[in-house]
């Protein structure tokens, strides 16, 4: 059983693409966490949201709590986006659910 | 802009040995989490520690796992008698209250042989 799931798994775009993941989750929650994880293994936050909408440089998170639905953006891809994004959400102990992760390259 | 810091950043042991993870979480948070990653696989939650004691743990963190907080500011992870299925990478998360934003170490890539 699967809380979050992400697609695509995998993602492979030119350089300047909008991009788009996408992640469904099943529990219930009062936020959503999109992580960025570079080929290194590290993990970086990018955003956490609750409602709406989150805008940082060319990253762009939504989310809507009904549908149990968010996804993360990328307006003019560059290869340094290429990474691991991960959805992930905190359940009511605090601790996350991880989705399996989205492989993005983003070519030259 | 703060961090949270692991060390070693890589460790490679025998199979049985025993090792100890440390990460320093950031001065004020109060929640401090033990994650892992098998390679190719998904973070998997082991452990969530809060006001010196663990809040919740996984079916992954059995009796070979233990946690604690030495010194009021090192928060550890030891796997007593390592196993190859231990092999994987550790991630440190801390944050300062709940519903947060969470803040995650570089990592430790163990290696067990």
């Known amino acids: 059983k699967n809380e979050v799931e992400q697609s695509p798994q995998n993602l492979t775009a030119q350089e300047g693409e909008f991009i788009t993941i996408n992640c469904s989750y099943s529990?219930?929650?009062?936020?959503l966490h999109w992580l960025q994880q570079h080929p290194g293994g590290g993990i970086v936050s990018l955003f956490m949201?609750?409602?709406g909408k989150k805008k940082h440089g060319r990253l762009i998170a939504t989310i809507n709590i009904q549908e149990k639905h968010s996804s993360l953006h990328i307006t003019a891809s560059h290869p340094r986006d290429s990474a691991v994004y991960i959805c992930?959400?905190?359940?009511?102990?605090?601790?996350?659910?991880f989705g399996t992760g989205t492989s993005l390259t983003v070519i030259p | 802009e703060p961090e949270v810091t692991q060390t070693p950043s890589h460790q490679v042991t025998q199979m049985g040995q025993e090792v100890i993870l440390r990460c320093v979480p950031i001065s004020n948070h109060l929640y401090f989490y033990w994650y892992r990653q098998i390679l190719g696989q998904k973070v998997e939650f082991l452990v969530s520690?809060?006001?010196?004691?663990?809040?919740?743990k996984s079916e992954i963190f059995d009796d070979q796992f233990s946690v604690e907080r030495p010194d009021g500011s090192n928060f550890t992870l030891k796997i007593r008698s390592t196993k190859l299925e231990d092999s994987a990478m550790y991630f440190c998360a801390t944050m300062q209250g709940r519903q947060t934003e969470a803040f995650f170490g570089q990592g430790t890539r163990l290696t067990v042989v």
């Open positions: 520690f809060y006001n010196n004691e663990i809040s919740e």
């Open positions: 992930a959400v905190p359940n009511t102990g605090n601790q996350f659910y």
């Open positions: 529990v219930g929650i009062s936020a």
């Open positions: 949201l609750s409602s």
